[in-house]
């Protein structure tokens, strides 16, 4: 029997930009051929997809790493690179992604949902790009961008019509086994569940049926709702059952009376998510074949998995229950499939620790991702970029003087203003447009 595996780490990373190609057109009877130097393919994205046919995190404990392919270089002749291929990673229903940090980014709790753990890098423009009236014959292309990266933290809430939630040892796995065809390991012992079992429960006739998901809970314990015990790993699994059972123990020799049980799990329900109490609940007496003939007041239902006493009464009123907690839900949610990407990221400008003016942001660092950025035309490329996000802005914003050092990507450069309004003259300018900021 496969492992289940509920908490897994994933290490994403995207594919790389190609990068873009300096070319000449060179052919017999073509005088000065112009740039014809291709552009670099995208890198391909990762993505997170929920996909029913997969019951747990187990493929993600021992190898997380999910790497998509990387765009192909440009070439000559306007030949452009290939795109590198997306991965689609299949998740369980139910996956929530987190940072290491332990913020939650995204949730996946419908078959479908799909959300872009990273994004590829954009494939650099050949130099055929920046042809124009003002450059004939640049020199310079893009280089490819790299592919974003990152490890996250990924948790299984799973996805059930029914949890079954009581005390250790109460009867939940005989009865999961007793109503459905799943095969839970059984003892007489406590906490022999250690992982969620789920059993398929079908009521009605061929024609008219209702089929619900029912959830073995492992037993809960006083002080669940702050993490004793495996507390919080335990009840995360309960948060999106449309129907709770709570399991009160009527055996004669149980160790709590059923008074006592039903206090203490209602409470660490509610003090772990209030809004679990709001549920459709059923709360239901175990093993009545040990309860010496006497029926608490408390249970809405009685039963015994041995005997099986009240087990269609309770098929029964757990497929009532679930149809009208699926039809008040989808009328208030709308269950198309949810495409998630992150927002796209703002251009910042920070302060180091040597007292430079760090420019922060996939757009600025793209702006000056050039091939040769010691060619006058590239540099001229990288200031009009840097501009055009306002990045000049940002940076008088911050407070930055006259020969302050800024870092934007692999690029350092002393900062400058333009004299000109000065009364000096634009012949004595250095040789870069009269309205941009520069390099020295």
Not at 39 to 52: F, H, K, P, Q, T
Not at 245 to 255: F, K, N, P, S, T
Not at 304 to 310: I, L
Request: charged share 30%; with cysteine.
């Amino acid at each position: 029997m496969a492992e289940f595996v509920d908490e897994a780490q994933l290490h994403a990373k995207a594919g790389d930009g190609g990068a873009g190609s300096v070319s000449f057109r060179r052919e017999a009877h073509v005088d000065r051929g112009g740039p014809d130097g291709g552009d670099g393919g995208n890198g391909g994205d990762v993505w997170l997809v929920a996909d029913r046919n997969q019951a747990s995190l187990l493929g993600f404990r021992d190898h997380p790493f999910r790497r998509a392919t990387s765009g192909v270089h440009g070439m000559g002749k306007k030949r452009h690179g290939a795109g590198g291929k997306d991965l689609v990673v299949p998740v369980p229903v139910g996956t929530v992604i987190k940072t290491l940090d332990g913020e939650q980014v995204c949730d996946l709790p419908i078959e479908g949902d799909r959300w872009l753990a990273a994004d590829g890098g954009h494939g650099g423009f050949g130099n055929a790009r920046f042809l124009s009236n003002r450059r004939r014959a640049p020199r310079f292309a893009e280089q490819g961008e790299a592919g974003q990266e990152f490890w996250f933290n990924m948790e299984l809430k799973l996805v059930a019509d029914v949890a079954l939630v009581g005390f250790p040892n109460v009867g939940k796995s005989t009865l999961i086994a007793s109503i459905s065809a799943a095969k839970p390991k059984i003892a007489d012992y406590p906490f022999t569940t250690l992982v969620p079992n789920l059993g398929v429960v079908r009521y009605g006739s061929s024609d008219d049926y209702v089929e619900y998901v029912v959830a073995d809970i492992p037993g809960l314990i006083e002080g669940a709702a702050e993490g004793k015990g495996l507390g919080h790993q335990f009840l995360r699994h309960i948060e999106r059952a449309r129907v709770l059972v709570v399991l009160l123990d009527l055996a004669e020799g149980a160790e709590r009376t059923p008074q006592e049980q039903l206090a203490t799990l209602l409470d660490e329900l509610g003090r772990y998510q209030p809004s679990l109490l709001e549920r459709p609940r059923v709360v239901l007496g175990s093993r009545a074949d040990l309860s010496g003939g006497v029926e608490d007041h408390l249970c809405d239902l009685v039963v015994s998995s041995v005997t099986r006493q009240g087990l269609d009464a309770l098929i029964a009123l757990l497929a009532e229950k679930v149809a009208s907690a699926r039809k008040e839900q989808a009328s208030v949610e709308n269950s198309t499939i949810r495409v998630h990407r992150p927002a796209k990221e703002a251009v910042v400008v920070e302060r180091g620790d040597d007292g430079s003016y760090i420019v922060i942001g996939r757009a600025a660092e793209r702006a000056v991702r050039l091939s040769d950025l010691t060619d006058d035309g590239a540099l001229d490329e990288a200031v009009r970029r840097l501009e055009k996000l306002g990045v000049d802005r940002l940076l008088s914003r911050a407070g930055v003087k006259e020969g302050d050092r800024v870092v934007v990507g692999e690029l350092e450069f002393s900062w400058w203003r333009d004299q000109a309004a000065e009364g000096i003259s634009p012949n004595e300018l250095p040789r870069r447009p009269k309205r941009a900021k520069g390099v020295t």
